[in-house]
């Protein structure tokens, strides 16, 4: 009788593997981590380092993580490097649940891993797995572990028991330098990992210890001006597929602090997580697991919704239910979970946006023009209005203010010169307001209409640099005729912003 054939052609399979599609490095590197911390770790290093062979072409790095967990005796680290081994499969109690992290993340990212492990120190075990042997079909399987030395490089940080997984080819990385690659590894595990942080775990990458980073702001380590809870949690027991048993769910929403920190800078706002991280927050056994836009219906995503944040808490037993994959990187609710949460989280996602809106409106009544602020600032650089010359020398250029109001006729703005001031008001009867104006000043981060304001004042003052003379009669019909157009333009329906 013919023997059956392997379930898997191992030498394609290990190539195909290779993209399973996550979502970076800090994303493979957190499996590695996630087996640490099932391990009972409390010190986890991640190490970045020059390759072994530093005089080969591509000078290929080398990344590790070392941690001071329970270690595995030979049984154990042999069944680890298994694709699906593990002697806790299935186990909802902990990070981990298919035993495909080890191997699955590894070889995305290098085409050979090594792992150390030693139950206590001195009793060192290794195997390894390697692409290329595979693939050329001179490695049937996972090599037996052996006794074998850790390396030289690691011996200063290793406890009592632990692990070392060193991936020594790594062939996918976007950045070649150790600094780079390091570097973007600290705000993501940051993220990941801030509440197992917060808890007492001492996360390293190279001599650098992670530091927690925050989403809601809300933490006391996010520091003054952080963000309020809005409302209290939210809380679900929600049955579990095929089981009268229940597992609950905790939402909570914070607020930032608009008026502390509106004025910041695009730069400022960006590095510290404000702008584009609009969403919702998924925690799964302590560890953030995905982070978008879910589970809030039909809201769509605005600029406002910046200035609010929300986090889902829930456990293992729930993965099911939030659609969890074996490689742990993004949820994908049902429709029975959806159904339940959706019309809370909606609902809050509307009410948070509307107090956004009306928290900036009520700066904006108040706030000076940024724009006007450095024109007033640049005129000195600009030639003096004809016949201003000697005041505005005197007082090192002109002043520039901005205002609303309604104008008769059909110019879209209006611009006066009076004692070394000019005043730009926009016409609030044009569209020009309520299709470029409005929508620009309803940015919070304030570039577009910066830009915008920056536009009309130059136009402005070109204007009012003509003169009394026939020129500047030139200059009001042009301006007429320019609003004329515009009005026009923008009545169709393809102008509209």
Same mark, same amino acid.
């Given at each position: 009788?013919?023997?059956?054939?392997?379930?898997?052609?191992?030498?394609?399979?290990?190539?195909?593997?290779?993209?399973?599609?996550?979502?970076?490095?800090?994303?493979?590197?957190?499996?590695?981590?996630?087996?640490?911390?099932?391990?009972?770790?409390?010190?986890?290093?991640?190490?970045?380092?020059?390759?072994?062979?530093?005089?080969?072409?591509?000078r290929a790095l080398?990344?590790?993580?070392?941690d001071n967990g329970?270690?595995?005796?030979?049984?154990?680290?042999?069944?680890?490097?298994?694709?699906?081994?593990?002697?806790?499969?299935?186990?909802?109690?902990?990070?981990?649940?298919?035993?495909?992290?080890?191997?699955?993340?590894?070889?995305?990212?290098?085409?050979?891993?090594?792992?150390?492990?030693?139950?206590?120190?001195?009793?060192?075990?290794?195997?390894?797995?390697?692409?290329?042997?595979?693939?050329?079909?001179?490695?049937?399987?996972?090599?037996?572990?052996?006794?074998?030395?850790?390396?030289?490089?690691?011996?200063?940080?290793?406890?009592?028991?632990?692990?070392?997984?060193?991936?020594?080819?790594?062939?996918?990385?976007?950045?070649?330098?150790?600094?780079?690659?390091?570097?973007?590894?600290?705000?993501?595990?940051?993220?990941?990992?801030?509440?197992?942080?917060?808890?007492?775990?001492?996360?390293?990458?190279?001599?650098?210890?992670?530091?927690?980073?925050?989403?809601?702001?809300?933490?006391?380590?996010?520091?003054?001006?952080?963000?309020?809870?809005?409302?209290?949690?939210?809380?679900? *027991?929600?049955? =579990? @597929?095929?089981? !009268?048993?229940? %597992?609950?769910? $905790?939402?909570?929403?914070?607020? /930032?602090?608009? #008026?502390?920190?509106?004025?910041?800078?695009?730069?400022?706002?960006?590095?510290?997580?404000?702008?584009?991280?609009?969403?919702?927050?998924?925690?799964?056994?302590?560890?953030?697991?995905?982070?978008?836009?879910?589970?809030?219906?039909?809201?769509?995503?605005?600029?406002?919704?910046?200035?609010?944040?929300?986090?889902?808490?829930?456990?293992?037993?729930?993965?099911?239910?939030?659609?969890?994959?074996?490689?742990?990187?993004?949820?994908?609710?049902?429709?029975?979970?959806?159904?339940?949460?959706?019309?809370?989280?909606?609902?809050?996602?509307?009410?948070?946006?509307?107090r956004v809106r009306?928290?900036?409106?009520?700066?904006?009544?108040?706030?000076?023009?940024?724009?006007?602020?450095?024109?007033?600032?640049? *005129?000195?650089? =600009? @030639?003096?209005? !004809?016949?201003? %010359?000697?005041? $505005?020398?005197?007082?090192?250029? /002109?002043?520039? #203010?901005?205002?609303?109001?309604?104008?008769?006729?059909?110019?879209?703005?209006?611009?006066?010169?009076?004692?070394?001031?000019?005043?730009?008001?926009?016409?609030?009867?044009?569209?020009?307001?309520?299709?470029?104006?409005?929508?620009?000043?309803?940015?919070?981060?304030?570039?577009?209409?910066?830009?915008?304001?920056?536009?009309?004042?130059?136009?402005?003052?070109?204007?009012?640099?003509?003169?009394?003379?026939?020129?500047?009669?030139?200059?009001?019909?042009?301006?007429?005729?320019?609003?004329?157009?515009?009005?026009?333009?923008?009545?169709?329906?393809?102008?509209?912003?």
């Amino acid at each position: 009788m013919t023997p059956p054939r392997p379930l898997v052609a191992d030498h394609h399979f290990l190539l195909a593997t290779r993209d399973t599609g996550y979502r970076g490095l800090a994303a493979s590197v957190a499996e590695l981590i996630d087996n640490a911390i099932q391990a009972a770790a409390t010190d986890v290093r991640v190490l970045v380092r020059e390759g072994r062979d530093s005089s080969s072409p591509d000078r290929a790095l080398t990344i590790a993580v070392l941690d001071n967990g329970r270690g595995m005796d030979r049984e154990g680290l042999w069944t680890a490097i298994q694709f699906g081994g593990t002697e806790r499969f299935n186990d909802r109690s902990g990070l981990g649940r298919f035993g495909m992290g080890l191997p699955n993340s590894s070889v995305s990212v290098t085409r050979r891993f090594e792992v150390y492990s030693w139950k206590r120190w001195g009793d060192v075990l290794h195997t390894y797995l390697d692409i290329d042997e595979v693939a050329e079909r001179q490695l049937p399987g996972v090599p037996e572990p052996t006794a074998r030395t850790l390396p030289g490089w690691t011996v200063p940080m290793v406890g009592r028991s632990g692990t070392l997984v060193v991936w020594t080819r790594c062939d996918r990385l976007d950045y070649k330098r150790v600094s780079t690659v390091a570097a973007k590894l600290q705000q993501p595990l940051g993220r990941i990992y801030r509440r197992l942080i917060w808890q007492g775990l001492r996360l390293w990458v190279n001599e650098e210890p992670v530091t927690p980073t925050d989403p809601l702001f809300c933490h006391p380590d996010t520091g003054e001006g952080s963000a309020t809870a809005y409302g209290g949690p939210l809380t679900y *027991d929600i049955t =579990l @597929p095929g089981s !009268s048993r229940t %597992a609950r769910v $905790t939402v909570r929403f914070t607020e /930032l602090p608009v #008026a502390q920190w509106h004025a910041l800078s695009v730069e400022e706002k960006r590095a510290r997580g404000i702008v584009g991280e609009a969403g919702v927050s998924f925690v799964r056994a302590g560890r953030e697991i995905d982070y978008g836009w879910r589970l809030l219906g039909g809201k769509r995503r605005e600029n406002y919704d910046d200035w609010w944040r929300c986090e889902v808490v829930f456990e293992p037993d729930l993965d099911e239910h939030f659609g969890v994959t074996h490689s742990k990187q993004g949820v994908d609710p049902t429709p029975y979970l959806r159904s339940i949460l959706e019309p809370d989280l909606e609902a809050a996602a509307r009410s948070l946006n509307a107090r956004v809106r009306a928290a900036f409106e009520a700066i904006k009544r108040t706030a000076p023009s940024e724009a006007a602020a450095r024109a007033t600032r640049q *005129d000195h650089l =600009l @030639p003096p209005l !004809s016949d201003q %010359a000697k005041s $505005t020398r005197k007082r090192g250029g /002109l002043r520039y #203010a901005i205002g609303l109001a309604p104008i008769p006729g059909p110019h879209f703005f209006e611009a006066t010169e009076e004692r070394g001031e000019v005043r730009l008001t926009i016409n609030t009867d044009h569209p020009f307001y309520e299709r470029l104006y409005a929508p620009a000043v309803a940015d919070p981060s304030g570039v577009l209409r910066s830009a915008l304001e920056c536009l009309l004042l130059a136009a402005a003052r070109a204007g009012l640099a003509a003169g009394p003379s026939a020129p500047r009669a030139w200059g009001q019909r042009f301006q007429r005729e320019w609003s004329d157009a515009l009005a026009a333009f923008l009545e169709t329906k393809g102008c509209r912003a």
